[in-house]
């Protein structure tokens, strides 16, 4: 079991590049998830998947986009990469199901070992 | 909106010796939960310990423990017999129920543990 695992572990772009940060989970998990991480201010959610085929917005989505491709697999793109994108970026999976009184629960969250960003 | 904050950007400790972290949240829900994650020099998230609101038993795990005060909003992680390896930034986190597995994390705490 390799858990999440991200490629790639560091890369650096130039302004206006694009790339795509590719995410994988062998934990057949149906969420999945996207955050950056910057100094001082913890981790912030860019995207999730809630399941297969679905998508949404997080705390901070402007500048990216994401492709559920499929049960495995979260990649996250940066159409034009600006500076103000530096940052680690975490992809995480984890399970959503049916807890008490008929709310949806969620087991731990698993992280991948993240990917440092820089945008020059 | 949900928010949570961590007062504390830096800690040291003895090793051997107990230490504390504080968080502290703001929410209008009555069911969440709330975690403490480990972020070591090595980067990896690791969960530590998770405290499910509707339950007002503090959660232990080995050297960690929690003091849970829901109505204060109040959510600390102890670190007993503190050891080198506890040297880590540590994350306060929230998730509301129902849950959609989204969590909101706090600035950090940067602990480390000294011989």
């Known amino acids: 079991n390799a858990g999440v695992t991200q490629t790639p572990k560091f890369q650096v772009l130039k302004t206006g590049q694009s790339m795509t940060l590719q995410c994988a989970q062998d934990?057949?998990?149906?969420?999945m998830y996207w955050y950056r991480q910057d100094p001082g201010m913890g981790l912030r959610l860019i995207y999730y998947s809630a399941s297969e085929g679905t998508t949404d917005k997080g705390e901070v989505p402007n500048g990216y986009n994401v492709s559920r491709l499929n049960k495995r697999e979260f990649s996250l793109r940066l159409e034009s990469a600006a500076p103000s994108q530096t940052s680690v970026y975490f992809c995480?999976?984890?399970?959503?199901?049916?807890?008490?009184?008929?709310?949806?629960?969620?087991?731990?969250?698993?992280f991948g070992p993240g990917t440092r960003l820089t945008v020059l | 909106a949900q928010t949570v904050t961590q007062s504390q950007p830096e800690m040291s400790v003895q090793e051997a010796e107990t230490v504390t972290l504080s968080c502290t949240y703001d929410?209008?829900?009555?069911?969440?939960?709330l975690f403490w994650y480990k972020q070591p020099p090595s980067r990896q998230m690791i969960l530590v310990i998770r405290q499910e609101a509707y339950k007002q038993q503090n959660a232990t795990e080995n050297r960690f423990s929690v003091n849970f005060q829901k109505a204060a909003k109040s959510f600390s992680l102890k670190i007993s017999d503190s050891q080198l390896g506890d040297t880590a930034m540590y994350f306060c986190?929230?998730?509301?129920?129902?849950?959609?597995?989204?969590?909101?994390f706090g600035q950090g705490t940067e602990l480390s543990v000294k011989p």
């Open positions: 995480a999976s984890s399970e959503i199901y049916a807890g008490l009184w008929g709310m949806t629960a969620n087991n731990e969250q698993f």
């Open positions: 934990m057949n998990h149906n969420s």
């Open positions: 929410t209008s829900e009555s069911n969440y939960y």
């Open positions: 986190a929230f998730m509301k129920l129902p849950a959609t597995g989204k969590l909101i």
